[in-house]
């Protein structure tokens, strides 16, 4: 579920506590949470409804100046059911810290190393995890596109497997690019790893 920044500024104060979304099926849930550029949020309630029912007060709640202007936006999309969503602001984001301490104690960098082995083992494509860190620590705010071409992957599968990386704190993501954080900075350098030369 994405979140425009302008909207996002005002959840963090308060000013907004509502989305409205068309979907198929819905991509959140109650109880669940979110991790966006202000920090985490918190999904009160999903609940189905349809554009009648949408109030005035609502529509200014999810950040329109008028149901109207919230009713043409949900009509750019033809297909599935319309979602309320309430939700607010949940603290901090945690991996901000995670990936900001380059402190790695021997057993740290035996479970990243482990979850990473895994990682490796699952792939279709080989071990991969070594070969990213050096790539991106080569070439911060590189373009997706033009890392997963230099490598030979598609884009879409390049994109989820440094996301892999990113929930373990190692990579911090851009636009355009990514880079590699201060935790990721450390673990590749205890490996041995190098950079990679350029795409």
Not at 160 to 179: C, D, F, Q, W
Request: proline letters at 6%; charged letters at 25%.
């Amino acid at each position: 579920m994405l979140i425009r920044r302008t909207i996002l500024d005002r959840i963090a104060t308060g000013e907004v506590d509502l989305q409205f979304r068309r979907w198929t099926r819905p991509t959140v849930k109650a109880g669940g949470t979110l991790r966006t550029a202000v920090g985490m949020l918190e999904i009160v309630s999903v609940d189905r409804t349809n554009l009648r029912s949408v109030t005035a007060t609502e529509a200014h709640r999810a950040g329109y100046t008028t149901k109207l202007e919230l009713i043409d936006h949900l009509r750019t999309r033809s297909e599935g059911h319309v979602y309320r969503i309430q939700l607010r602001p949940g603290g901090k984001d945690p991996l901000i810290d995670l990936r900001n301490c380059s402190e790695l104690p021997p057993d740290t960098i035996a479970n990243i190393s482990s979850r990473l082995a895994r990682f490796d083992a699952a792939s279709v494509i080989g071990p991969w995890t070594t070969r990213y860190l050096e790539l991106l620590g080569a070439h911060p705010h590189v373009r997706a596109q033009d890392l997963a071409e230099s490598i030979g992957l598609d884009k879409p599968t390049f994109k989820a497997n440094v996301r892999k990386l990113k929930m373990l704190g190692l990579t911090i993501s851009h636009s355009p690019g990514y880079e590699l954080s201060p935790r990721g900075e450390t673990y590749l350098s205890l490996i041995g790893g190098r950079p990679t030369t350029k795409p």
